[in-house]
T-cell receptor, first 113, second 112 residues
Framework: GESVGLHLPTLSVQEGDNSIINCAYS??????FIWYKQESGKGPQFIID?????DKRQGQRVTVLLNKTVKHLSLQIAATQPGDSAVYFC????????????FGSGTQLTVLP | NAGVMQNPRHLVRRRGQEARLRCSPM?????VYWYRQLPEEGLKFMVY????????ESGMPKERFSAEFPKEGPSILRIQQVVRGDSAAYFC??????????FGPGTRLTVL
């Protein structure tokens, strides 16, 4: 079936460096993608989203890039801070009337001092 | 997680008992989604409800699981005759007129 998956399960970066978290999706009909951040013991927190008619969207310190040709999504975090340590999930917004989110398995980001 | 409430935050049940999980979305959000998360995994969709109606329950097991979102009050996910495999974190998310889902803090169910 259709799925959303991540390239790497863990990522460690030095504080102040930029982080890039990647995600591959397989449903070419998906038209909306979201990145969520989940800290230990908490629910997913919305970070940024992007629609399929866009290639790039920027927020505060975060940028999402969408490459529809290869069905690839990435989240870039600038000047990574200790508070950015968490699991990051990409999620695909299903097409059709159901409109349910399909989550990837997550990437654990660890920020080193 | 702004405004989405779930209770209890932690729930311990013995095999065979019933678990009842509650979710109150943000004010004005009439769409509710329930997800299950196993350790070190992503969230898996279970059911989508819109006030008094089940829109999509394709991710919810046919046996022992049920969900409702009454006109008044919280949405409830009910698990009857719990088994150890039901141990997980259960999250609800609310949505208004946009596509953005806002998640609650989750209920961590442990079945002994």
């Amino acid at each position: 079936g259709e799925s959303v998956g991540l390239h790497l399960p863990t990522l460690s970066v030095q504080e102040g460096d930029n982080s890039i978290i990647n995600c591959a999706y397989s449903n070419s009909a998906s038209d909306y993608f979201i990145w969520y951040k989940q800290e230990s013991g908490k629910g997913p927190q919305f970070i940024i989203d992007i629609r399929s008619n866009m290639d790039k969207r920027q927020g505060q310190r975060v940028t999402v890039l969408l490459n529809k040709t290869v069905k690839h999504l990435s989240l870039q975090i600038a000047a990574t801070q200790p508070g950015d340590s968490a699991v990051y999930f990409c999620a695909e917004w299903g097409s059709g009337s159901a409109r349910q989110l399909t989550f990837g398995s997550g990437t654990q980001l660890t920020v080193l001092p | 997680n702004a405004g989405v409430m779930q209770n209890p935050r932690h729930l311990v049940r013995r095999r065979g008992q019933e678990a009842r999980l509650r979710c109150s979305p943000m004010k004005g959000h009439s769409h509710v989604y329930w997800y299950r998360q196993l350790p070190e995994e992503g969230l898996k969709f279970m059911v989508y409800l819109q006030k008094e109606n089940i829109i999509d329950e394709s991710g919810m097991p046919k046996e022992r699981f049920s969900a409702e979102f009454p006109k008044e009050g919280p949405s409830i996910l009910r698990i009857q005759q719990v088994v150890r495999g039901d141990s997980a974190a259960y999250f609800c998310a609310g949505r208004g007129t946009t596509d953005t889902q806002y998640f609650g803090p989750g209920t961590r169910l442990t079945v002994l």
